[in-house]
């Protein structure tokens, strides 16, 4: 038991040492938010013309049909722009025949408005930059399923890193209560943190 846990300390810690750097990192970077970077920030608008296929799709008054037609022009866009978008949803305005797309990602999004009588597309992309994207991927913004099955997956190795750890000092008996009082200690500077964070 002693050698597996051992085993487990030392791999889970391996398994996530440059994710566990990523989210402490990150998390100093959203402790900041007066800390700007304008690196690699950048923006788009530009006025489009949808093809003409895709200018005589039928909306009708189905949902599953509006979603389809407009999941085409959203796959035209991807394609065509290089949209990127974990995140995305629209609208349909039968009356106005207006149609509106909106993709998200994290650190930035991209709007689409398609006139759909005239089939012109008022496109605007938005990109917030580097530290903006590391920022939103620690707090898993728009990031999508992938990324927080893999955030659930550094979450749970760090917990086994951390019970292993302990386990493996508590069987140390000339460290085991240095180890704890250390621990009591971590336990007390957080909970202070916490009452003068109410003040």
């Known amino acids: 038991m002693f050698k597996f ?87 349909y305005d039968g009356d106005e025949q207006l149609l509106e797309l909106d993709f998200k990602r994290p650190a930035g999004f991209a709007n689409a408005q398609v006139e759909l009588a005239t089939g012109t597309v008022h496109f605007n992309r938005e990109y917030a930059g580097f530290l903006a994207l590391l920022n939103d991927l620690h707090k898993g913004r728009y990031a999508g399923s992938s990324w927080r099955w893999f955030s659930d997956a550094v979450a749970v190795a760090c917990v086994l890193f951390a019970l292993s750890g302990f386990y493996l000092l508590w069987r140390q008996p000339s460290r085991r209560w240095q180890g704890v009082t250390t621990a009591g200690v971590g336990v007390l500077v957080l909970l202070l943190a916490y009452a003068l964070a109410l003040h």
Do not use: C
């Open 5 to 91: 846990l051992r085993l487990l300390h030392i791999y889970a810690s391996m398994a996530v040492v440059v994710a566990l750097l990523f989210y402490a990192l990150t998390g100093i970077t959203l402790n900041h938010p007066e800390w700007h970077s304008t690196a690699g920030q950048r923006s788009q608008m530009a006025e489009l013309q949808l093809p003409a296929e895709l200018q005589a799709l039928s909306f009708g008054d189905d949902k599953l049909q509006q979603a389809a037609a407009a999941a085409k022009i959203a796959d035209w866009l991807r394609v065509n722009q290089q949209v990127q978008g974990a995140v995305f949803n629209f609208t």
